[in-house]
């Protein structure tokens, strides 16, 4: 049964299905933004659903994470995510500057993992590698066909970055030191840009998401 996951952003006035390019939370100019994004990872098409308005944002299949979007700092975000037939109800809060990532798994289940990165460089990329799967206790991620390690020792429901030089790459994942599954061929990453692989739980076990860190303004 698909469950139906997320759905948040309490008080958002302009969440469409179509979100990019539109702004959301008014934060003000002297109160410092905090960022969240939605993941499906489950296996079938997710809507977030904002409380309090009937704006919606989709998230199929084969695009599966958002941007992240500015709400207000230290103050609940609020809504549905519905799928399958289902709705489950979520509230999640924000510190300012930090980046909150809530994942849709199966099972009417989610993960919300937090990161406050610094670490932003013109000439070199940011990767981060974010474990949302508790079936893979100690995630990793090496360069596919040539075993350089990338990550290790990610516990379930946490993040590690690391700035990386501006390439073409294809990864693996590790669990316990394990491959899993096929290689990922994350394409050509850019300088300045920041982007993550997500650990979620898979049908024939632990697999990967890639997403670009992108801001919907």
Same mark, same amino acid.
């Given at each position: 049964?698909?469950?139906?996951?997320?759905?948040?952003?309490?008080?958002?006035?302009?969440?469409? !299905?179509?979100? +990019?390019?539109? *702004? =959301? &939370?008014?934060?003000? %100019? /002297?109160?410092?933004? @905090?960022?969240v994004r939605f993941v499906n990872a489950t296996s079938g098409p997710l809507e977030v659903q904002a409380s309090?308005?009937?704006?919606?944002?989709?998230?199929?299949?084969?695009?599966?994470?958002?941007?992240?979007?500015?709400?207000?700092?230290?103050?609940?975000?609020?809504?549905t995510l519905a799928g399958g037939g289902q709705n489950l109800p979520?509230?999640?809060?924000?510190?300012?500057?930090?980046?909150?990532?809530?994942?849709?798994?199966?099972?009417?289940?989610?993960?919300?993992?937090?990161?406050?990165?610094?670490?932003?460089? !013109?000439?070199? +990329?940011?990767? *981060? =590698? &974010?474990?949302?799967? %508790? /079936?893979?206790?100690? @995630?990793?991620?090496?360069?596919?066909?040539?075993?350089?390690?990338?990550?290790?020792?990610?516990?379930?429901?946490?993040?590690?970055?690391?700035?990386?030089?501006?390439?073409?790459?294809?990864?693996?994942?590790?669990?316990?030191?394990?491959?899993?599954?096929?290689?990922?061929?994350?394409?050509?990453?850019?300088?300045?840009?920041?982007?993550?692989?997500?650990?979620?739980?898979?049908?024939?076990?632990?697999?990967?998401?890639?997403?670009?860190?992108?801001?919907?303004?």
């Amino acid at each position: 049964m698909k469950p139906t996951l997320i759905a948040a952003l309490a008080c958002l006035p302009a969440l469409s !299905a179509h979100a +990019a390019g539109i *702004a =959301l &939370y008014p934060t003000g %100019p /002297a109160e410092d933004s @905090a960022f969240v994004r939605f993941v499906n990872a489950t296996s079938g098409p997710l809507e977030v659903q904002a409380s309090g308005t009937s704006a919606t944002l989709s998230l199929p299949a084969d695009k599966p994470a958002s941007g992240f979007m500015p709400v207000a700092a230290s103050k609940p975000v609020k809504g549905t995510l519905a799928g399958g037939g289902q709705n489950l109800p979520v509230s999640v809060t924000v510190k300012p500057g930090e980046f909150a990532t809530v994942v849709a798994l199966d099972k009417k289940a989610t993960m919300v993992i937090k990161e406050s990165p610094d670490d932003f460089n !013109a000439m070199r +990329a940011s990767l *981060a =590698l &974010y474990n949302a799967d %508790p /079936a893979c206790r100690q @995630a990793g991620l090496r360069t596919a066909g040539r075993n350089v390690g990338i990550f290790e020792n990610v516990g379930q429901g946490q993040a590690r970055r690391r700035l990386i030089n501006p390439v073409a790459v294809s990864v693996e994942l590790t669990c316990d030191g394990k491959p899993q599954g096929s290689a990922h061929d994350l394409g050509a990453l850019e300088a300045g840009q920041r982007y993550t692989v997500l650990v979620v739980p898979g049908p024939q076990g632990p697999r990967t998401l890639f997403a670009n860190d992108a801001l919907t303004r």
